[in-house]
C-alpha cells in the first residue's frame, strides 16, 4: 500500500477497506499500473455474464473488448474461453509488470501475435481466437464464463 492510501485512510478521505482492496481507493491514490489492474478486475466481472461485451474502465478509461475462443482447443482454456482484450498498450519490457498485478488470467500480447499469460504460465496464438491483431504490448485477460442467471 503506498503512503498516500494510507494517509487518505487515516483522514478518513478513502474508504477503510481501501487498506484490504486497493481497488477501492481513488483512482488518483493508486499506480497506473494497479489502477489498470483493477478496471481489468471490473470488465472481467462484466465479461463472465456477458459476451460479447464493450465494457469502459472507470479508472483508466481503457476500452474493453470480449470475445469467445472456444472454437480452438489450447492450454489456456483451462482458465477461460474468452479474451478480454483493452485499447491499453504497454512497452512489452513492462508489460509483465503489469500482468502480475492482473493475476494468471492476465497477459499481453508480443511482436509476433503471441499472447503470454503471467509467468509466461500460458500461451496462445492471437490468431486462434476471434480478435484481430494487436499491437505488441497490448494487455488482455482470460475470463470463465458463468451460466446465465435465471430469473427471479
Known sequence: MTAILTLLIALGLAPADARRDP??????????????????????????????????????????????????????????????????????????????????????????GTVHGAYDAWTMKLADTRISSQPAGTLVSLVKRKPARPFE
Open 23 to 112: 481497488c477501492k481507493a481513488p483512482g488518483w491514490a493508486i499506480s497506473s499500473e494497479l489502477a489498470t489492474a483493477c478496471d481489468f478486475d471490473d470488465a472481467r466481472a462484466v465479461a463472465e455474464f456477458n459476451v460479447p461485451t464493450s465494457y469502459t474502465g472507470s479508472r483508466t478509461q481503457a476500452m474493453f473488448t470480449a470475445s469467445r475462443f472456444t472454437d480452438s482447443p489450447f492450454a489456456a482454456e483451462a482458465l477461460g474461453d474468452v479474451l478480454l482484450v483493452s485499447d491499453r498498450a504497454v512497452s512489452v519490457s513492462k508489460a509483465p509488470e503489469y500482468v502480475k498485478l492482473m493475476g494468471p488470467t492476465g497477459g499481453w500480447v508480443d511482436a509476433g
